[in-house]
Antibody, heavy 117, light 110 residues
């Protein structure tokens, strides 16, 4: 069974960098694309970006200047970095497996991150 | 403001059927497959329908998807109280060069 688990600090100060890791089990990370999605409190889903195991990435243009997604095939995990955060970046951050560009078939449970001083 | 438009809420009685619409344009639904996700409070979204009308393994056939031009519809029959959730449509938008999600529709089973 494919499982994803987000990990990382849950409280980040404004202007600092948010960093999360998604550990993948039950499948090789070298077989699919992988994605980060976030959901602000009481709001809908917002796609952050994709990464392929080769390192190729595609980002949401609205976040592209601040976001970076990387992959570590040796650890079977991928990571999210979001710089210069503000309160607007407070959200639950989900990682997901991408079965196709329009289909995310396995999701992590989510990591609630708060941006506050 | 999402490029995919969903009604904020729908409701129906147990045992009845409901349709949730998702309207887009030629840059998204008109040229790409659509997925539907089900999300219960405090939990991660779950893939319900993919490629417009396909169900992943384990999803009951009470759930169905259809597409017409630049709109898609999620149908749920034999409504159960356990179906109360928020439902999101999602697809690729060529103009945005990214994945777009609808704003979500809250289903209430009265």
């Amino acid at each position: 069974q494919v499982e994803l688990q987000e990990a990382g600090p849950r409280l980040v100060k404004p202007s600092e960098t948010l960093s999360l890791t998604c550990a993948v089990s039950g499948t090789s990370i070298s077989s699919h694309y992988w994605s980060w999605i976030r959901q602000a409190p009481g709001k809908g889903l917002e796609w952050i970006g994709y990464i392929f195991y080769s390192g190729s990435t595609t980002y949401n243009p609205a976040l592209e200047s601040r976001v970076s997604i990387s992959v570590d095939t040796s650890k079977n995990q991928f990571s999210l970095t979001l710089t210069s955060v503000t309160a607007a970046d407070t959200a639950v951050y989900y990682c997901a497996r991408v079965a196709s560009v329009t289909r995310m078939d396995f999701w992590g449970k989510g990591a609630a991150v708060t941006v506050s001083s | 403001q999402s490029v995919l438009t969903q009604p904020p809420s729908v409701s129906a009685a147990p045992g009845q059927k409901v349709a949730i619409s998702c309207s887009g344009s030629s840059s998204n639904i008109g040229k790409n497959y659509v997925s539907w996700y089900q999300q219960f409070p405090g939990t991660a979204p779950k893939l319900l329908i993919y490629d417009n009308d396909k169900r992943p393994s384990g999803i009951p056939d009470r759930f169905s998807g259809s597409k017409s031009d630049t709109s898609v519809t999620l149908g749920i029959t034999g409504l159960q109280t356990g179906d109360e959730a928020v439902y999101y449509c999602g697809t690729w938008d060529s103009s945005l060069s990214g994945v777009a999600f609808g704003g979500g529709t809250r289903l209430t089973v009265l």
